[in-house]
């Protein structure tokens, strides 16, 4: 299964919606210290929900301890940056792939950069924005990875507009 990996992140909601794409999608979640929250954050709290519980979560103090822990694992590291090699709809995605996301205030350093396997950009009309939002952008990747490796979650019979959450 890929995993959404944050280096990181700054921001506390940003962190809580992609947390709960994890959830929704049984998708591991990696968070790469030093943050910029308390994991006890209000907001962070808010922006999960209550959908916590279900997401596989591993925390790593700094970026050495997570690509120690990569590296020992396997699987392919793509960094997704405004400045990627290619558009991320031209990447083949793999099982084990570790989708990469910097800051919301900085992206992924260059130093994170220069040892991902490969290297993605979202396109988007830079003219009229930087950047897209982090939990966005995130979202963007992951779902494509999913479609390409048809890894969707099963279809809930629970799934109504009545039972949708409006959050």
């Not at 990627?84 to 919301?104: H, K, M, Q, V």
């Amino acid at each position: 299964m890929p995993a959404i990996v944050l280096v990181t992140p700054q921001i506390p909601p940003n962190t809580g919606n992609i947390a709960r794409t994890c959830a929704a999608t049984t998708t591991p979640l990696h968070l790469v210290g030093p943050l910029g929250f308390d994991l006890s954050d209000r907001a962070l709290k808010r922006a999960g929900l209550d959908y916590w519980p279900q997401v596989n979560l591993t925390l790593h103090t700094n970026w050495e301890a997570f690509y120690t822990q990569q590296r020992q694992q396997g699987g392919r590291t793509i960094g997704f940056s405004t400045s990627g090699r290619c558009s991320y709809t031209e990447l083949t995605y793999r099982p084990d792939d570790w989708l990469l996301f910097g800051s919301e205030t900085a992206g992924l350093p260059k130093s994170v950069l220069a040892t991902c396997d490969e290297t993605a950009y979202i396109p988007m009309d830079r003219s009229a924005v930087r950047s897209l939002n982090l939990s966005v952008s995130a979202a963007i990747a992951l779902y494509e990875t999913l479609r390409q490796l048809q890894l969707f979650p099963p279809h809930s019979i629970l799934d109504s507009a009545e039972n949708l959450d409006p959050a």
